[in-house]
């Protein structure tokens, strides 16, 4: 079994499949040492650490070369984060997914909001057309890639999100998307209906609020991302070690056995 089929069945197991997302080579190498299945990138905390702002201002250049050193250190399944796709056409975001295929990247996340100059969704049939033709070049080019396929409703919190997000379900999966990744959806009864709603796999977020690992898979989750959260946690430990060597006055903090 190649790492795109393994990466694929892991969305149809009755097991709740939980995915921690990387920064670096060194957070991917730690991961893989835990019990994951697959590791995922965090576009975010990617450009976090670069020191950049996240809406694909790091370069892609940049980010494909991180992308690498992370497959340099782990045999796991990675899939990666690419925002908007770092392209406005289906060729261009193709070009994309193409360049990290060819390094080993067995999925990717593409969102269908943008920024214009503040985030908003994009139109959901433009939007779905592009997909269309995302899946179309790579179906030709016989690049196996798993699409997950990013809405924004509820991180948006757009009007009538459960509707909107029904709605949009329905035209991603019509043309061609593997996954739906609902970022910051939190509540029991809007996560069964998104399930019920689309044969596609539910991906949800780490996001306070949310039910455990049991209850997510009663409501129809398939994958669950860590997100940023990670991340976020493991730099915010960074400012209370250092504050607390100044504190105390001595390296016991960072030290200790």
């Known amino acids: 079994m190649t790492n795109y089929q393994a990466f694929k069945a892991l969305h149809f197991n009755q097991e709740l499949f939980v995915l921690p997302n990387a920064w670096?080579?060194?957070?991917?190498r730690l991961l893989?040492?835990?019990?994951?299945?697959?590791?995922?990138?965090?576009s975010a905390a990617v450009a976090a650490g670069l020191g950049y702002d996240d809406g694909e201002q790091m370069p892609f250049a940049d980010y494909l070369f991180m992308v690498k050193r992370m497959?340099?250190?782990?045999?796991?399944?990675?899939?990666?984060?690419?925002?908007?796709?770092?392209?406005?056409t289906s060729k261009e975001i193709y070009s994309t997914i193409s360049?990290?295929?060819?390094?080993?990247?067995?999925?990717?996340?593409?969102e269908d909001s943008h920024f214009k100059p503040k985030r908003i969704l994009q139109d959901a049939d433009a939007f779905a057309k592009k997909l269309s033709g995302v899946k179309d070049e790579l179906d030709k080019n016989h690049?196996?890639?798993?699409?997950?396929?990013?809405?924004?409703?509820y991180l948006l919190g757009v009007n009538d999100k459960e509707k909107e997000t029904i709605k949009r379900a329905k035209l991603y999966e019509s043309a061609g998307g593997d996954g739906l990744f609902l970022p910051c959806i939190v509540a029991d009864a809007d996560i069964a209906s998104a399930a019920s709603s689309t044969k596609l796999p539910i991906n949800v977020m780490c996001f306070p609020g949310l039910s455990d690992f049991k209850k997510l898979s009663a409501l129809g989750v398939k994958r669950?991302?860590?997100?940023?959260?990670?991340?976020?946690?493991?730099?915010?430990?960074?400012?209370?070690?250092?504050?607390?060597?100044?504190q105390d006055k001595t390296i016991n903090a960072l030290v200790q056995k």
């Open 24 to 28: 670096n080579a060194e957070s991917a």
């Open 71 to 88: 497959l340099s250190v782990i045999t796991l399944p990675l899939t990666v984060d690419i925002e908007m796709g770092y392209g406005t």
């Open 224 to 246: 669950l991302s860590l997100g940023g959260f990670l991340f976020d946690a493991v730099y915010n430990q960074v400012k209370v070690l250092s504050e607390k060597v100044l």
């Open 143 to 153: 690049v196996a890639v798993f699409v997950n396929v990013r809405s924004d409703t």
């Open 32 to 42: 893989s040492k835990s019990e994951f299945k697959a590791i995922a990138t965090s």
């Open 99 to 110: 360049a990290l295929a060819d390094v080993g990247v067995v999925g990717i996340n593409m």
